[in-house]
């Protein structure tokens, strides 16, 4: 198993990145707020998890151990693939995630596109003993950059949005990425589309 990669980003998607090692580009998945803590040309190192299905072999890429052990744990229960389970993370820190399950908060799960009600309850049931408990604060995480816009569109179409649902969504939290200038996150933005699609729906 590859359990981690480091060397130059060699490029930036909205959602993966490609890093070079020993002079191979190895394309990696990653949620936005990931994404937004890495820049072409500099160093990296991310935490990884090789998904093996018969037609593929894909590389997800974490900041953390703690974000990749989460993605692994979250895919122990039924129904939750590779997909689902960095939907989880696009929208919720490892630790807020743990804190939604430790207080059986729904309304957390249900944040997540393609998680209902019914699906909620379920994953709170059998993920209850095997994330553990939340470590402390929430993770101040990654200061937006200036192509948040991008990496958030990516994000809600990745999540299986539409591409009208997307540009609303992106113009819906527009003002308050503005508001706070560098001092805001794109998982915080992801979650207050979330919710503004939500609504809308």
């Given at each position: 198993?590859?359990?981690?990669?480091?060397?130059p980003?060699?490029?930036?998607?909205?959602?993966?990145?490609?890093?070079?090692?020993?002079g191979?580009?190895?394309?990696?998945?990653?949620?936005?707020?990931?994404?937004?803590?890495?820049?072409?040309?500099?160093?990296?190192?991310?935490?990884?998890?090789?998904?093996?299905?018969?037609?593929?072999?894909?590389?997800?890429?974490?900041?953390?151990?703690d974000?990749?052990?989460?993605?692994?744990?979250?895919?122990?229960?039924?129904?939750?693939?590779?997909?689902?389970?960095?939907?989880?993370?696009?929208?919720?820190?490892?630790?807020?995630?743990?804190?939604?399950?430790?207080?059986?908060?729904?309304?957390?799960?249900?944040?997540?596109?393609?998680?209902g009600?019914?699906?909620?309850?379920?994953?709170?049931?059998?993920?209850?003993?095997?994330?553990?408990?939340?470590?402390?604060?929430?993770?101040?995480?990654?200061?937006?950059?200036?192509?948040?816009?991008?990496?958030?569109?990516?994000?809600?179409?990745?999540l299986?949005?539409?591409?009208?649902?997307?540009?609303?969504?992106?113009?819906?939290?527009?003002?308050?990425?503005?508001?706070?200038?560098?001092?805001?996150?794109?998982?915080?933005?992801?979650?207050?589309?979330?919710?503004?699609?939500n609504?809308?729906?």
């Amino acid at each position: 198993m590859i359990a981690f990669v480091s060397g130059p980003v060699a490029a930036l998607a909205p959602d993966s990145a490609v890093v070079e090692v020993g002079g191979i580009g190895i394309a990696v998945q990653c949620t936005p707020n990931t994404l937004s803590g890495l820049r072409t040309g500099r160093q990296a190192k991310l935490a990884t998890s090789l998904v093996v299905r018969e037609d593929s072999l894909t590389l997800y890429g974490f900041a953390d151990d703690d974000e990749r052990q989460t993605f692994e744990l979250l895919q122990t229960a039924s129904g939750v693939g590779p997909r689902l389970a960095q939907a989880m993370l696009a929208v919720h820190t490892p630790d807020a995630l743990r804190r939604a399950v430790a207080t059986a908060d729904e309304k957390a799960l249900t944040a997540v596109p393609g998680i209902g009600k019914k699906g909620a309850q379920k994953l709170l049931l059998e993920l209850k003993d095997r994330l553990g408990e939340p470590l402390g604060a929430p993770a101040i995480g990654t200061a937006v950059t200036s192509g948040w816009r991008d990496q958030l569109h990516a994000a809600l179409i990745g999540l299986g949005y539409a591409t009208r649902e997307a540009d609303e969504a992106v113009a819906a939290v527009t003002p308050q990425a503005e508001a706070a200038g560098g001092a805001v996150q794109v998982g915080q933005l992801l979650r207050a589309a979330l919710q503004t699609l939500n609504r809308a729906r």
